[in-house]
């Protein structure tokens, strides 16, 4: 009755769904095709592969069944294996509570954008300026975020099954169909330019084939902590997510196969997003299009690649394209906001209605000061990292290079060392089933994985930079 009471997943492929629509979101589609082109490319790419097949594998594992043994949201999770780590659960619930403001103003220009070339205004998105144009304008990114947020709260009102796993079986399969397509598209471009051609077989070969040129022992373990902060986004560990949705599986379903799968489906969709658009960016802009285009290459470096490609397919690639980013981050954003409202319900024991009209007030407020942030509320500060920070980049920061890592430190020395990893191992047993890749897992947790989280963490305070150590 309990599980009944709080909402579940009406089976496996539900979950799955639900789960690798959460972790295909902004971060598949925007932030590792940049990372890979500023990053050496295949290089990038295998370093990624493998730290998805064990770190992240280890974080997707623990979390999930964690939820699913506790069959509470994070921020009641951790107290129920041990009281010492409840901050761990209060860490767990502010990470989304930051990061969906900042998430729907992100959004809303993804929105503003699939607007414009549906409406033959892509051309007028290429021109200089025109992306800083609409970010500091006062009031158009304010309402494209509210339409952004409108469409995440409905689903999350709707609940877990009539809601969540509703949106994420429609999206996701068409998600799919989107991105192999377009993929196979980008492939076939050719472009010449200056007497020069290019083509996307080309940008295919820098993508996934390693280049060790210029790679130092410095810049190897850069490119790790860069592929490993990605895992944090591409998967959505360590921001409550999967405990949430992890507390709405059955007992009956197989919880290794789903983690395999969620795995397989992430990782597959974050490489198809790179074969999208590196070979697309390198056939219309060369490598110096590829290794300048930073945070910047979905709103400012594609467009002028639409562009490029004509008026007429460049507006129906263009559309095709942000429609289906617009798929993936709205099916995160939903698991992010569901995984605060999870936790008010617990906590609090409010009704799902409550805890989502509560959610939405907080979210509004803060998003609408991240739109004013460029222009009203606009002002520059240093990171510890070094990097230069507003409104948004600072809540980024917070939830992602401090909040995260901390959190999935205390997961592991919860889980490696004061429970024990046999406490994971038997919720994925449960039934019968196999716990593949076990002898890895009790490694990874116990061992590898803190290590690993804990030079993150030191990076991202700058410690390194303060000992002169460019990692």
Avoid at 407 to 421: F, K, N, R, S
Wanted: aromatic share 12%; hydrophobic share 55%.
């Amino acid at each position: 009755m309990e599980e009944k009471k709080r909402g579940a997943f009406s089976g496996s492929i539900g979950f799955i769904l639900a789960a690798a629509g959460s972790a295909v979101g902004l971060g598949n589609m925007w932030r590792f095709p940049y990372l890979a082109a500023r990053n050496g490319g295949g290089l990038f790419l295998v370093i990624y592969i493998i730290l998805a097949l064990t770190f992240g594998f280890t974080m997707l594992t623990t979390e999930i069944a964690i939820g699913r043994k506790t069959k509470q949201s994070p921020l009641t999770a951790f107290s129920q294996l041990s009281k010492k780590f409840k901050f761990a659960g209060v860490f767990a619930c502010i990470v989304p509570f930051i990061i969906l403001p900042y998430y729907c103003a992100i959004g809303g220009w993804v929105i503003k954008y699939f607007v414009d070339f549906i409406i033959g205004n892509g051309e007028a998105a290429t021109a200089d300026g025109y992306f800083g144009g609409f970010i500091t304008s006062q009031w158009a990114p304010i309402i494209y975020m509210l339409i952004f947020f409108v469409l995440t709260a409905f689903a999350v009102f709707k609940g877990v099954e009539g809601g969540i796993e509703k949106l994420s079986k429609i999206l996701m399969p068409a998600l799919i169909v989107i991105v192999i397509c377009v993929s196979i598209f980008s492939l076939t471009l050719k472009h010449t330019d200056a007497g020069v051609t290019r083509t996307g077989l080309e940008g295919l070969k820098i993508y996934v084939l390693p280049s060790f040129e210029g790679v130092t022992v410095g810049k190897f373990f850069s490119i790790l902590m860069d592929a490993m902060g990605q895992l944090f986004f591409s998967l959505s560990v360590a921001m409550g997510v999967m405990i949430a949705y992890g507390s709405y599986v059955k007992d009956e379903d197989n919880l290794g196969k789903s983690v395999n799968q969620i795995e397989i489906f992430d990782t597959g969709v974050a490489f198809f997003a790179g074969v999208m658009i590196i070979p697309a960016i390198f056939t219309f802009l060369g490598r110096e299009g590829l290794e300048s285009s930073g945070p910047g290459l979905m709103f400012v470096a594609l467009p002028k690649v639409f562009q490029a490609m004509g008026p007429v397919v460049g507006r129906i690639v263009g559309i095709v394209f942000f429609a289906m980013v617009l798929f993936a981050a709205l099916t995160s954003s939903v698991s992010i906001m569901e995984a605060v409202v999870a936790s008010f319900n617990d906590q609090f024991h409010w009704e799902r209605k409550k805890s989502c009209i509560i959610e939405s007030i907080c979210c509004l407020v803060i998003a609408i000061v991240v739109c004013l942030g460029y222009n009203v509320f606009m002002f520059e500060i240093t990171l510890p990292n070094g990097a230069a920070a507003q409104i948004l980049d600072i809540l980024d920061y917070l939830s992602n290079n401090l909040l995260m890592p901390i959190v999935a430190i205390a997961e592991c020395i919860l889980i490696g060392w004061v429970c024990g990893p046999k406490t994971i191992e038997d919720e994925i047993c449960k039934g019968g089933n196999k716990f593949g890749r076990k002898g890895l897992y009790n490694v990874m947790v116990k061992f590898i994985a803190p290590i690993l989280l804990f030079v993150l963490l030191l990076r991202a305070v700058g410690i390194f930079n303060l000992l002169g150590i460019n990692l």
